[in-house]
């Protein structure tokens, strides 16, 4: 029991020296990483600066205790930060007392339903949202993030809540352009691009070591930030307009527990579930995706737990809602972290970067931190996936379109809504229609297959169905009306054979489909037949009238229902001579 919610026990027996040595080195270089993203991430959700800090301590710490992936970092990320901004821009003024508590408070909710849903074993509703809709969620919130932070480049003042608003925003603030600010804000942002894809080849080529430049490498934000503060400082960029990040207060967060308002928590209800739920999804798309490189396993349900202890942790140390970070963790994956506890070590540097860094930060652009955002947002903009998507699926194309459209139109909080609403009539649309073949033996086998896909042999009087779907409420009438358009365009037809290797599950309503097509088919002469029913469902049908009132057989496999029906029609036809 106590492994079970403390996963932390399931490492923490085998941990060396070795491992202490691959831990630390993960978390220096995601250390180094995570402290320009923590500060630019609290700048996209509209809080000072340190909170992004204080939402990179404690949520480490707690991660791995409770969390089951051995290289997931949990911290601020874009996303969630710019769902932030959008849930807590309608109550408070950004930067004021209301709006950092309205902050804490959706973190904390956040965190308790993440609780809940772990508890009570609700991992599977992340299946709830197709990929399509997630990428074409992930994709507009980037263009979003990064049209948001353009102001900031340019040194102008611009808002909204959709790229519409944005862009025109930003189009009529335009001529106010503060030059100082572009020049900087265009150097960090073409440096940090180079420094991304160039700088460890350029390190590598001069005779730096491998490690050495992979460190220096991810570390181009950090020099961004060095050198755009040093230009600041030197050259008095303040005088000339250039906003700086200003005083940053040193020292740890206090822990404190957020206030009980009822009339903000309600209004941070439906965002708190969304951010959860989009949280949840996506860090736990990136915990299965590098679990499965190392032959690892991840338990959904219990990271939906430990996502819940991080974001209640940044709740009562003064942060806001955080989550697992795609780059973040790819870093440390790539870094050689083996354990979560290379998350702790690095909340470990983050607070020292608190105790000691922040009174150099006081000259850092504005404009560097929004070129950190949009450097690292575009990278999770997929255009491309638009046309795979069509190439292989038009509905999941026309989902991924319309949430990327609404999302861009209407706002984050509409934009993933209508992707839920989408992912769940895409599945009810998909199985209301289940697929369904007429099949033939394939000569000289027991195996059969679709008469308009193989040469098979067929039986006019006798019928077989495979039924490619389970029944349900949803598709139950539509297998009805199939099942009578064969019957009446076949007036030769005997038996009719639902085959059903493919049906899993039967509920009431598609139970009662059944019992109708039987005495329909009884009224025209037609026996109705099972093969290949799986033991679940037998056991079910056994439990009702069902199996007592069918007028054919059950079969053990559509070879014996094929043959005994065919026997029992021949040795109708010399009963008759």
Request: some cysteine; overall charge neutral.
């Amino acid at each position: 029991m106590l492994k079970r919610y403390l996963p932390i026990f399931d490492w923490i027996g085998n941990y060396n020296q070795r491992t202490l040595t691959s831990d630390l080195i993960a978390a220096l270089i995601v250390t180094i990483m995570l402290i320009p993203q923590s500060l630019a991430y609290a700048l996209l959700a509209g809080l000072p600066p340190e909170v992004g800090l204080y939402a990179s301590i404690l949520p480490l710490v707690a991660y791995a205790i409770f969390g089951t992936s051995r290289t997931l970092s949990v911290g601020p990320v874009a996303v969630v930060s710019l769902m932030t901004a959008a849930a807590v821009g309608n109550l408070a003024l950004q930067g004021s007392d209301e709006y950092i508590a309205a902050a804490i408070i959706l973190a904390f909710m956040s965190g308790l339903i993440l609780l809940i849903m772990g508890f009570l074993k609700l991992g599977m509703l992340a299946n709830f949202l197709s990929h399509p809709v997630i990428s074409g969620f992930i994709t507009a919130s980037g263009l979003i993030i990064a049209a948001s932070q353009l102001k900031h480049i340019l040194g102008i003042k611009a808002d909204g809540s959709n790229l519409w608003d944005l862009i025109v925003s930003l189009f009529s603030e335009l001529p106010s352009t503060n030059i100082p600010t572009l020049v900087i804000g265009s150097f960090a942002t073409g440096f940090l691009f180079w420094s991304r894809k160039y700088l460890k080849s350029y390190l590598l080529n001069k005779g730096i070591g491998h490690a050495l430049a992979e460190i220096l490498a991810k570390a181009g934000p950090v020099l961004a930030i060095a050198l755009t503060t040093l230009a600041a400082w030197g050259l008095d960029l303040q005088q000339h307009g250039v906003q700086l990040v200003g005083a940053i207060p040193s020292g740890l967060p206090s822990l404190t527990l957020p206030q009980f308002e009822y009339n903000i928590w309600q209004e941070l209800l439906v965002s708190a579930v969304l951010i959860s739920i989009v949280g949840f999804v996506e860090s736990v798309s990136v915990a299965q995706t590098l679990a499965a490189k190392r032959r690892q396993r991840i338990s959904p349900n219990q990271e939906l737990i430990g996502l819940g202890a991080s974001n209640i942790a940044a709740s009562i140390s003064g942060g806001f809602p955080v989550t697992g970070g795609f780059s973040r963790s790819v870093v440390n994956f790539d870094a050689g972290a083996e354990t979560p506890a290379a998350g702790a070590f690095t909340a470990i540097g983050i607070a020292l970067a608190a105790l000691t860094l922040t009174p150099l930060l006081f000259f850092l652009p504005k404009a560097t931190l929004a070129a950190t955002i949009i450097v690292a947002v575009l990278s999770l903009v997929d255009m491309g996936a638009l046309k795979r998507t069509w190439n292989f699926s038009r509905s999941d194309f026309f989902a991924m379109l319309a949430t990327i459209l609404l999302t861009l139109a209407e706002g984050v909080e509409l934009g993933i809504i209508a992707g839920v609403g989408l992912s769940i009539l895409l599945h009810l649309y998909r199985t209301s229609k289940p697929h369904s073949a007429i099949v033939g033996r394939v000569p000289g086998t027991e195996h059969f297959r679709n008469i308009d896909r193989h040469h098979v042999e067929t039986d006019n009087h006798i019928l077989t169905l495979r039924v490619d779907e389970s029944l349900y409420f949803a598709n139950a009438r539509y297998l009805e009306d199939r099942v009578y358009d064969l019957v009446m365009s076949n007036p030769n037809i005997k038996h009719l054979i639902l085959m059903c290797p493919a049906v899993n599950f039967i509920d009431a309503s598609a139970l009662e489909s059944l019992e109708a097509i039987n005495h329909r088919l009884n009224d025209s002469g037609v026996t109705l037949n099972l093969s290949e029913v799986k033991g679940p469902i037998m056991d079910r049908l056994r439990r009702t009238h069902f199996v007592d009132e069918l007028t054919g057989h059950i079969f053990l496999s559509q070879y014996e229902a094929w043959n005994t029906l065919r026997s029992e029609r021949v040795a109708r036809s010399v009963g008759d001579l």
